[in-house]
């Protein structure tokens, strides 16, 4: 009886082993199959973050070179506020020294005058700033500001008459343009409404 027991207990671990075996392969073949499959999800997350990784460094190479610029641009024109604010003041020294008097204490102090604002035109030119060409001129939205028209038929159509008030650049930017009277010929139409 001992031994028919062992037998059986042999048959049975046998059976287990062949089992276990059979299980064994149908794992090893499945871990095959499961890594093959995990080996082309891998390679597909390996792409879609190296992807994510190209598009990251451009953008920050972008941002790098708009921050770049804008501070380039800020050297550029960073003092455009301030010559804004003195432009009027040129505009007050002009009328000064362009002033006609008899008196010669006022004539010794507008030679002073002259010699200041000469001075500062120079520094301001220095910087970039210079008047816009305006009388004579064809008229230029971008640069003059028409506040009057007029029509004269010894000049072309659209040519500027008189500058009422001086217009800068700084650098390649409008400071302040100029206002200005334009040649301009009266419409037919306006002439008839006002006719009736």
Do not use: C
């Not at 499945?30 to 499959?37: H, I, Q, R, V």
């Amino acid at each position: 009886m001992h031994n028919r027991y062992r037998e059986e207990e042999k048959e049975l671990e046998e059976e287990k082993k062949k089992n276990g075996e059979v299980e064994a392969e149908d794992v090893e073949t499945k871990e095959a199959e499961t890594s093959e499959e995990d080996i082309e999800a891998l390679k597909e997350e390996i792409k879609k973050y190296k992807e994510q990784y190209l598009r990251v460094l451009a953008d920050s190479e972008n941002f790098k070179k708009r921050i770049d610029e804008e501070r380039i641009r800020e050297r550029k024109y960073g003092s455009q506020r301030v010559l804004e604010k003195i432009i009027p003041s040129i505009d007050i020294f002009d009328k000064a020294v362009n002033m006609k008097t008899d008196d010669e204490k006022l004539k010794n102090f507008l030679i002073g005058f002259e010699m200041i604002n000469n001075n500062l035109k120079q520094v301001l030119e220095e910087e970039g700033v210079k008047k816009i060409k305006a009388v004579g001129e064809k008229f230029d939205p971008k640069y003059h500001h028409a506040v009057e028209t007029e029509w004269n038929s010894d000049v072309e159509e659209d040519v500027i008459l008189s500058e009422m008030q001086t217009g800068y650049m700084y650098k390649d930017r409008v400071l302040r343009p100029s206002l200005v009277k334009v040649n301009k010929k009266v419409e037919e139409k306006k002439e008839k409404k006002e006719n009736k």
